[in-house]
């Protein structure tokens, strides 16, 4: 199935240094969504966005749903070991229903 | 209150042997989506229910996959005559309702290995 290009792939950084990730389509989207996914768990949802240009804060998490309406980017501040996780981005078409498009996720590893 | 379960958590089978996986969505919730995860790799759509509605089941990859939900609630996966390429994490999220702002909850997952 198709799949968002999302990247980095994955990180190493310190605790305490902001993060950032980002997603890019060849299609226009109409949702942006970022989900955090733990070891042996299922994918939780951080960040919901639906308009072109929507800036949103859930915490220490920052997303944006770009202009072009085919990226998106997530900022994470002030990292801390509990962060560890792989990140995916999720899009939803124009011209779709309720079938997202995943990101193949960002691997976040925080050293303390 | 309880969240969305999967059964079993893990399952190894032999090539060709036929598996079934389980999903207990939210209480209430009238939709239902299974992905598939393989590893190193986002999530794909499978399959889709809807109350009474016929399923959505454009992402099945083969005839080998099919799902049922019984009573508007409990939901299995199939598959068929297991192949290695099987293996990966099938993941069953739930929603109250249809809708674009509709937030799927995931349950943590079947890990099936094909052996």
Excluded at chain 1, 9 to 18: A, C, L, N, P, V
Excluded at chain 2, 8 to 21: H, Q
């Amino acid at each position: 199935g198709q799949q968002l290009n999302q990247s980095p792939q994955s990180m190493f950084i310190q605790e305490g240094e902001d993060v950032s990730m980002n997603c890019t389509s060849s299609s226009i989207f109409n949702t942006w969504l970022w989900y955090k996914q733990d070891p042996g768990e299922g994918p939780v949802l951080l960040i919901a966005l639906y308009k072109a240009g929507e800036l949103t804060s859930n915490g220490r998490l920052t997303a944006q749903f770009g202009i072009t309406r085919k990226d998106s980017f997530l900022n994470i501040s002030a990292s801390i070991p509990s962060d560890v996780g792989i990140y995916f981005c999720a899009g939803h078409r124009t011209s779709g229903t309720y079938k997202y498009i995943f990101g193949t996720g960002t691997r976040l590893k925080v050293l303390a | 209150g309880a969240g969305v379960s999967q059964s079993p958590s893990n399952k190894v089978t032999e090539k060709g042997k036929d598996v079934e996986l389980r999903c207990d969505p939210i209480s209430g919730h009238t939709a239902l989506y299974w992905y598939r995860q393989s590893l190193g790799q986002g999530l794909e759509f499978l399959i889709y229910f809807q109350g009474n509605s016929a399923p959505d089941k454009s992402g099945l990859p083969s005839d080998r996959f099919s799902a049922e939900r019984t009573g508007g609630s409990v939901s299995t996966l199939t598959i068929q005559r297991t192949q290695q390429e099987d293996s990966a994490v099938y993941l069953c999220a739930s929603s109250l309702q249809t809708g674009v702002r509709e937030t799927q909850y995931f349950g943590p997952g079947t890990r099936l290995l094909v052996l």
